[in-house]
Each structure stands twice: as structure tokens, then as C-alpha cells.
């Protein structure tokens, strides 16, 4: 079966007055029907983008897409006039935002910032959009949604916030659903209680989801397959156990390591990844990570990594996997003479 989704080979720059960031550099992905797809990275890793480029919602005043395409149902959304985005966007491709009070309208009755999707993709009249969203209401777990619709923003908690921005993106029974960060600003009873939300809604209607975020703690509860992405690019990506259990990417190391653990030695620091990502108005010539890495070789200084495929999902852009690299003798073991 074909996936849903496409990402091919996307670049993605800015221009400043500094030069073009080169904020996406070739990524690659597929999103299937009905699994939850996370990208995962460090802030300014090019995950944002990445979604928002599939939405073509990046800044068009300095924002491009300057190569790839975004393959969905068959089509190229690259390549799509503004006035067809439009009707792809909230109705086929949804996106949740990472805070309801900027994403929202505050001045504006919830109701109203319901039923004004429904009434524009579905044509339907507008009591037939309020029976829609009393219905979507209900599915986010919102009680009392008769009265609800006609009161505002202020008027409701921060998690319940979220739940109305998850029924406005769902409303129209999207077939993707792009959540950036959608629980970073809550506390982490009521993530918890959004991600088991994510979780029902997908069961009940077999929505795909690609979740972005920073949090290994949601990716492990959320996910099926995780992209890790460092400086632009998809450096690893694979199952969640492939990501968790076995990661081969010094990066995706790095990050499992500087995780909370409840089960580790309480004695022990968490391990940061020293150093700080690179400059992408001139990314480096060969692995981004090369400089914070402890296993750089002089190879990956000058030449950027292919990807080695580990097993049928698992893909890594290191040269340490590379079939090329079996006689490398690691620092630690090179250290103890073994
Ligand atoms: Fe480290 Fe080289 Fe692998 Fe990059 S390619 S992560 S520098 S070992």
C-alpha cells in the first residue's frame, strides 16, 4: 500500500540579512495510514519547519521551499496554487499549535472558531456546524459542549484549551493531523490526559498523526516510528523500540542519555551533549554533528554520511554504520588498549 504521505528530499531556507539559513536539508520521510509518526530533535533542529512546510504554512516573506516535494493522495503539495492549499489545510491536513492562547482567537466565541471550518470546507448550514461541534466537543472529553460553544478562551483551563484546539483541528476529519509541541506548556498530569486523548481519537478514527517534539518521554508514549533530526537533517530513523532500544546515531545516544530515567542510579549526572549545534547559513561539509561528537573521524569532517539501513525501518546517516568503517577502533576501547 502506498503511504500517505511523502516527504521527498525537502530543503527548506530563510533569508535574513545575515545570508540563507539553511533551516531543512534534504529530509526524507513516509507517514502511513493511521500510525503516529514523531520527529524529535533540539530547538532550531528544522522539525517545526518541517511540518510547517507540509502545511506551506513557513513565513512567506522570507520562508522558501527551495527543493523536494510533499507527496499526499497522489499529489504534490509543493506545487499546489494558495487558493488549493487552502481547501487541503484544516480539512485533509491539520495542524495543533504548541500554545491555544496565540494559535487562538480570544475574542472570538468558541463556537464561532469551530463552526467557521466546518461551514467553510463542508458547506454545510450553520446549525448543522453547531451539531458538529457539540458532537466534536464531546469526542475531546468537553463537558456541558451546549453551553461551552458560547464562551471564550479566558474562561477555560489551560489543558482544556488544548482539548478545543484538538476539535478544532479534527472538526473536519482530517486524514493528517501535525501536532507542534502540544504539550509543552502544560503540566504533566494534564500531558498525560492529552496524550491518552491523541491516543482515543486516533483509535476512533484512524486519523495519522506526526507529533513534533523534544520530549523522548512523549515520543515513547506516543509513537510508532521516530525521525531524530540534528541541524537540518533526519540523522536516524526507525521504530520506537529501534530508537529507544537500540540507537546507533551518537546523536540519538546523546539524547537518550541526557533523559531523566526513573530506573537509573540517582548517584549519577545526567550526561548533556556538549557543545552547540552548527551554523546553518554555512552548514560544515561532511556529518553536522562531527564537532560534539567523541567518535569523529577525519571522514566525517569532509563527507557527509549515506544512510546504512539496519533492519527494515531502522536507517542511520553515520559513517561509524557505513560497511566501509568495520575496522574502527572506538576512543574508549582505543584507551584501554583492547
Ligand atoms: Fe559522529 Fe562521524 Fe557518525 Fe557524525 S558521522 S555522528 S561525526 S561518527
Known sequence: MDPLLQV?????????????????????????????????????CGKSVTARSIMRLIPPHNGRIT?????????DLVDLEEREMRNIR??????????AMTALNPTISIGKQITEGIIRHQKVSSGEARKQAIEILHLVGIANPEQRLKQYLYQFSGGM??????????????SVLIADEPTTALDVTIQ?????????????????????THDLGVVAKMADRVNVMYAGKVVETGTVQ??????????????????????????????????TPPDLFAP???????????????????YQPNYTRLSEHH????????????????PARRAAGT
Not at 527543493?67 to 499529489?75: A, L
Not at 488544548?162 to 482530517?174: N, W, Y
Not at 540507537?247 to 539524547?255: C, E
Request: charged share 20%; aromatic share 8%.
Open 242 to 275: 529501534d530508537i529507544f532500544r537500540n540507537p546507533q546515531h551518537p546523536y540519538t545516544k546523546g539524547l537518550l542519555a541526557s533523559m531523566p530515567r526513573l530506573d537509573a542510579d540517582r548517584n549519577k549526572s545526567l550526561l548533556p551533549i556538549f557543545g
Open 90 to 99: 484544516g480539512s485533509e491536513i491539520s495542524m495543533i499549535f504548541q500554545d
Open 284 to 302: 560544515p561539509a561532511g556529518c553536522a554533528f562531527a564537532a560534539r561528537c567523541e567518535y569523529a573521524l577525519e571522514v566525517c569532517r569532509n
Open 192 to 212: 498525560a490526559q492529552i496524550l491518552e486523548l491523541f491516543k482515543d481519537i486516533q483509535r476512533k478514527t484512524g486519523v495519522s498523526i506526526i507529533i513534533i
Open 8 to 44: 521527498k528530499d525537502l530543503h527548506v531556507s530563510f533569508s535574513t540579512y545575515g545570508g540563507d539559513v539553511k533551516a531543512v536539508r534534504g529530509v526524507n520521510f513516509t507517514l502511513n495510514q493511521g500510525e503516529t509518526l514523531a520527529i524529535v530533535g533540539e530547538s532550531g
Open 67 to 75: 527543493k523536494g516535494q510533499v507527496i499526499f493522495k497522489g499529489e
Open 315 to 330: 536507517q542511520v546517516a553515520c559513517w561509524l554504520q557505513d560497511p566501509r568503517a568495520k575496522n574502527v577502533v572506538y
Open 161 to 174: 484549551r488544548q482539548r478545543i484546539m484538538i476539535a478544532i483541528a479534527l472538526v473536519c476529519k482530517p
